[in-house]
């Protein structure tokens, strides 16, 4: 009895110092990325993503969307500033490129693709996370390195612009 309570105890603290730390880094590395947009709409959010991310970048219009078919239809014509939000999309996908050189005939000149990715050296953290409820979802699948990034980005007509 007083092990479980104690076990949900330290579960809780973890789970707000985790959020309190999620929002300072999201803010601090994704801030500056929504001031300059009119529009973010977000690919295809996993069945676990609570949304938070995309709530914490502020810009005027915000969107999600399931598939690349139905980008043509949300992006706004003459938006000149438009993103997609690829948050932990490349650590699930096994065809990277394919997904990148379909956003590419589908997005304006001046669009652009905010990637969140997963460290492929913190595994062991994420599968921590897992076990003490601070993350959801099933573990990322595909890791991608930087040299793999910039790889598959010039491959698919992109250039990668800023990773941190």
Same mark, same amino acid.
């Given at each position: ?20 730390? /999620? ?97 492929? /050296? ?43």
């Amino acid at each position: 009895m007083i092990k479980d309570t104690l076990y949900t105890l330290v579960t809780r603290v973890f789970y707000i110092i985790g959020k309190i730390l /999620y929002s300072v880094i999201v803010n601090r590395a994704l801030g500056p990325v929504g001031k300059g947009l009119f529009e973010l709409i977000q690919l295809a959010p996993r069945s676990s993503d609570t949304g938070l991310l995309l709530e914490s970048i502020d810009c005027k219009e915000k969107k999600v969307i399931q598939s690349v078919e139905q980008l043509t239809e949300k992006i706004q014509p003459l938006a000149e500033h438009t993103a997609i939000l690829l948050n932990g999309n490349f650590n699930h996908e096994h065809d990277i490129e394919g997904l990148l050189r379909s956003l590419h005939s589908t997005l304006p000149r001046s669009g652009r693709i905010v990637v969140v990715a997963y460290n492929p /050296y913190l595994r062991w953290l994420y599968r921590w996370a897992n076990e003490f409820g601070l993350r959801q979802g099933e573990q990322p699948s595909t890791f991608v390195t930087t040299t793999d990034l910039d790889n598959m980005a010039r491959l698919s007509n992109f250039e990668v612009v800023r990773t941190r």
